[in-house]
C-alpha cells in the first residue's frame, strides 16, 4: 500500500492500538484486498455503516438490514458496502484483539469510504461513543454522513 492509514488515525488520535503490529498487518491485509480484489477504485461508492453496538442485542440483524435496503437504494450504481459488524466477526474467529484495537480497525475502514450511513432508526446512535466518533471522523475526513431513514 501507498500509505499507512493505521499510522495517520494515530497521528490524529491521542491513543494508539495494544496491539499495533497486528493491526496494521490485519488492516492493510484487509484493505488491500477490498482494493485489488473487489476493485474499490471502480466503484461510484463505497459506503461504510455504522450504529450502536454495546448493549444492543439484534446490532447484527440492524447492520445486515441496512446493507440490504443501501445495496437496494443504490442498485443504480456500482457500489461496495463496508459492514464493519461482518469484519469484526471475521476477526473474532481468527485473532485476539482488543476493543481499542477494534476500533482503529473500523476507523481504518470508515477512511477508505466516501459515503458512511449511520442508523438513527431510534435515540440509541445519540447514546453510542462508538457511533459519534465515527460521525465525527467522518465528518472530519469530508466523508458525506447520510442518516438510515434518508435512504430507506
Not at 471475521?90 to 470508515?110: Q, S
Not at 459519534?132 to 447520510?146: D, L, N, W, Y
Amino acid at each position: 500500500m501507498k500509505r499507512d492509514i493505521i499510522e495517520e488515525i494515530i497521528a490524529q488520535s491521542n491513543f494508539r492500538p495494544d496491539n499495533i503490529e497486528q493491526v496494521k498487518a490485519f488492516t492493510n491485509s484487509h484493505i488491500e484486498h477490498l482494493v485489488n480484489v473487489l476493485k474499490l477504485e471502480d466503484k461510484d461508492y463505497i459506503i461504510y455503516i455504522s450504529g450502536p453496538v454495546t448493549n444492543i442485542e439484534d446490532y447484527e440483524a440492524r447492520f445486515n438490514g441496512i446493507e440490504f435496503v443501501t445495496y437496494q437504494a443504490f442498485s443504480a450504481y456500482n457500489i461496495y458496502v463496508i459492514n464493519p459488524v461482518q469484519v469484526l466477526n471475521l476477526i473474532d474467529k481468527y485473532f485476539e484483539f482488543t476493543y481499542i484495537d477494534k476500533v482503529f480497525i473500523c476507523y481504518a475502514l470508515l477512511s477508505i469510504a466516501n459515503v458512511m450511513i449511520y442508523d438513527n432508526r431510534d435515540d440509541k446512535w445519540k447514546k453510542s461513543m462508538g457511533t459519534f466518533t465515527e460521525i465525527s471522523f467522518a465528518i472530519g475526513k469530508g466523508i458525506e454522513v447520510v442518516d438510515y431513514m434518508y435512504v430507506k
